[in-house]
C-alpha cells in the first residue's frame, strides 16, 4: 500500500501530511508478533490485541473467551479475503491482526477482482453469525443482538456476543469507507465507470468525510470509533498515494532513470576514507565493491553507527548493508519502489549480466514521480 519516505528524508520537501502518514504506517506496523501460519499464510497480531487481551482478563474469565472468539472471527473474516485473493493470483504476504479488524497483505491485487476479494470479508462475517443464531437456537439459547460483554456470565452470552460482534464486523465493513471492505467494493464499481485513479481519488474522499463523521460520532459515543476514523483516513490516503504513483510510473522501467556513472567504494576503505568520498561527492550512499562484483551499499548513517575515534580503524566491510536490494535494468520502477518500502531501504545497484551498471535512489525516484506528475496538473 506504500510509499514510504525514510526518515529524514526531506530533499523534496514532501506536503507535511505526507510524512506524518508515512512515519505513522511505518512506525506502527511493524508492532506485531508472528504467531503461526494457516494455509501457508502467516498470521501476526498486533500489540495492542494482547494489550487488549490483558485488560479483558482482569474482568474475568468470560470477557477473555469473548476476545479470543472474536480474534478467532477477525481471523476467519481475514483469510476469506486472503484465499480468494490467492485463488485469482495474488500473492499473499501476511495477515495482521488488529482489534479493530485485520490487515490482508497482498502483493499484486489483480484490480479485476477487487470485487470479489473485498465484498468476501463482510459475506463471512455475517455467515457467522448468522450460522452462531441457528446453532444457540437449535441448543434452545434465546439468540438476539447483545454487546454487553463486560456481564458476561454463562455460555449462551458468549454465544450471544460473539454472534452481535460477527454482524458488527460484516456490517461495519459493508460501510463504503475506503479502504475498509465496503469502500474496496465502491472502487470496484466506479472503476468500471472511470479511471481507476480517479475510482480511487472518489472513495478515498467518500472514506475521509466518512471517517471525519465516524470521529464525531465516536467524540460522543464510543472512542472506539475516533481510532477506526483514524485508520481509514490515514489508510485512505497512503493508498492514494501508491495508487498514484503506480500510475504515474507505469511502464518506466529502472533503465530509464538510474545513475550510469555509478560512484563506488572498496570494502577496504576506512570510515575516514568514507568520509572524504562522502564530502568529496556528497551522495549519501554508494555500492560496495570487490572484484568487479557489488557486495554490499554504504551509507552516512552506517557511518554514524562508529564512533569517530574508531574511523581510522574500521573497514567499509565491518559495517556495510549486505542485504541489499539488487536491480535490473529492465525492472519495473514501481516494483523496486514497493521493495524499498518493504525492505526499509532507499538505494539499489542495478546490476546486469553479474556487472554493475547503474545506482538508483528512492529519491531518484520520489524526484521522478513529482516531476511527471507535473504532466497532469
Ligand atoms: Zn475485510
Not at 470509533?225 to 492514494?240: N, R, T, V
Not at 561527492?281 to 560496495?288: A, D, E, L, Q, S
Request: charged share 20%; hydrophobic share 50%.
Amino acid at each position: 500500500m506504500r510509499i514510504n519516505f525514510s526518515k529524514g528524508t526531506n530533499f523534496l520537501a514532501p506536503p507535511k501530511l505526507k510524512l506524518i502518514n508515512n512515519y505513522f504506517l511505518s512506525c506502527f506496523m511493524p508492532w506485531s508478533l508472528r504467531f503461526g501460519s494457516i494455509f501457508g499464510i502467516p498470521v501476526e497480531l498486533h500489540i495492542t490485541f494482547l494489550l487488549l487481551l490483558l485488560i479483558f482478563s482482569f474482568f474475568g474469565v468470560i470477557p477473555l473467551i469473548v476476545i479470543i472468539l472474536l480474534f478467532v472471527s477477525v481471523l476467519i473474516h481475514e483469510l476469506a479475503h486472503s484465499l480468494v485473493g490467492r485463488h485469482y493470483g495474488a500473492k499473499i504476504k501476511k495477515i495482521t491482526l488488529l482489534p479493530i479488524g485485520g490487515v490482508s497483505q497482498m502483493e499484486a491485487i489483480p484490480k479485476s477482482h477487487e470485487f470479489a476479494i473485498a465484498v468476501i470479508g463482510p459475506v463471512t462475517s455475517i455467515v457467522i453469525g448468522i450460522a452462531l443464531f441457528f446453532v444457540g437456537t437449535l441448543f434452545g439459547l434465546e439468540m438476539y443482538f447483545d454487546l454487553n460483554w463486560v456481564e458476561l456470565k454463562s455460555l449462551s452470552e458468549i454465544l450471544r456476543t460473539v454472534m452481535s460482534l460477527n454482524f458488527v464486523l460484516g456490517a461495519f465493513n459493508i460501510i463504503p469507507a475506503f479502504p475498509m471492505d465496503g469502500g474496496r467494493v465502491l472502487r470496484a464499481f466506479l472503476s468500471s465507470k472511470m479511471d481507476y485513479l480517479k475510482a480511487t481519488e472518489l472513495s478515498v474522499r467518500i472514506g475521509q468525510s466518512l471517517a471525519i463523521v465516524f470521529a464525531f460520532v465516536g467524540v460522543f459515543y464510543n472512542p472506539w470509533l475516533i481510532i477506526i476514523a483514524f485508520f481509514i483516513y490515514i489508510g485512505g490516503m497512503s493508498e492514494y498515494q501508491s495508487t498514484q504513483m503506480s500510475s504515474l510510473l507505469k511502464g518506466i522501467k529502472v533503465k530509464d532513470l538510474m545513475t550510469r556513472d555509478v560512484i563506488t567504494i572498496s570494502p577496504d576503505a576506512t570510515m575516514e576514507e568514507f568520509e572524504n568520498l562522502l564530502i568529496e561527492k556528497r551522495h549519501k550512499g554508494y555500492p560496495v565493491v570487490f572484484e568487479d562484483k557489488v557486495i554490499g551499499i554504504i551509507t552516512i548513517n552506517e557511518l554514524l553507527t562508529v564512533p569517530r575515534p574508531k574511523w581510522i580503524e574500521t573497514k567499509v566491510s565491518d559495517v556495510m548493508i549486505k542485504d541489499i536490494i539488487v536491480a535490473s535494468p529492465d525492472m519495473e520502477v514501481f516494483d523496486l519502489h514497493t521493495k524499498f518500502t518493504e525492505m526499509n531501504q532507499g538505494r539499489a545497484p542495478v546490476v546486469e549480466n553479474g556487472k554493475l551498471i547503474g545506482f538508483v535512489t528512492k529519491t531518484d525516484i520520489l524526484k521522478f514521480s513529482d516531476i511527471i506528475s507535473l504532466k497532469r496538473i
